[in-house]
């Protein structure tokens, strides 16, 4: 199947770090994305990690992968109220399609 | 300087019309998409086009036909729309490269009364 699960909501406090966290089902992706949607906007990519890689980090983002387990986590650190939106892991199929399976999406709450 | 436009941004319409969302993107990218958000924020893709051929085409009823004209444009057009038509289309783009990064646009917000 073609399921990618996330975890539909998480609350930190301004400040603390947080870890959003994304299973998914084909073992063969090569490249798996986290996008962030704002309210009332599209989606923007935040970043994204090739399959042979286990961690990306860019700035405040971290990127870790377990291919094993098929898990994804994004850990955003020092997070602040800006960061408040829905965080969407995306897995690319093994075709020539450029197909994203989109997860569930997780809405991400930051209070002072 | 708008990289994905989508028109328009808001659409009511009643049972039964017929409606068109229209889709321009002027990165030059070869590749567009129409993806539907459900009220759950669910995100779904619909239909990939590369330049302007068919790539994807996911299980959508019939009543919606993807129309691109040249491969800045991917039109929508929906038939005999239904109450569960209402959503949140969203268009968007990338280039063929070694990751597909896709840059969407603002989204339209369909409701079906």
């Known amino acids: 199947g073609e399921d990618v699960e996330q975890s539909l909501f998480l609350s930190v406090r301004e400040g603390d770090s947080s870890v959003i966290n994304c299973t998914y089902t084909?073992?063969?992706?090569?490249?798996l994305y986290w996008y962030k949607q704002e309210p009332g906007a599209g989606l923007q990519l935040l970043t994204y990690?090739?399959?042979?890689?286990d961690m990306k980090q860019d700035q405040r983002l971290t990127v870790l992968l377990n291919k094993k387990d098929k898990h994804l986590s994004l850990r955003i650190a020092d997070t602040q109220t800006g960061d408040s939106a829905i965080y969407f892991c995306?897995?690319?199929?093994?075709?020539?399609?450029?197909?994203?399976?989109f997860g569930t999406g997780t809405r991400l709450q930051v209070f002072p | 300087d708008t990289a994905v436009s989508q028109t328009p941004k808001y659409l009511v319409t009643q049972m039964g019309n017929d409606k068109s969302i229209k889709c321009e993107q002027n990165?030059?990218?070869?590749?567009m998409y129409w993806y539907k958000q459900d009220s759950k924020k669910f995100l779904k893709i619909m239909f990939s086009?590369?330049?302007?051929?068919?790539?994807i085409n996911e299980t959508v009823p019939n009543r919606f036909s993807p129309k691109s004209p040249d491969k800045a444009h991917l039109n929508l057009h929906i038939n005999s729309l239904e109450l569960g038509d209402s959503a949140v289309y969203f268009c968007?783009?990338?280039?063929?490269?070694?990751?597909?990064?896709?840059?969407f646009g603002p989204g339209t917000r369909l409701t079906v009364l």
């Open positions: 968007a783009s990338s280039q063929d490269s070694g990751y597909n990064e896709q840059f």
């Open positions: 990165l030059g990218h070869d590749t």
């Open positions: 990690i090739f399959s042979n890689m």
């Open positions: 084909d073992s063969s992706s090569t490249y």
């Open positions: 086009y590369n330049n302007k051929e068919l790539i």
């Open positions: 995306a897995e690319s199929t093994p075709d020539d399609t450029d197909k994203l399976i």
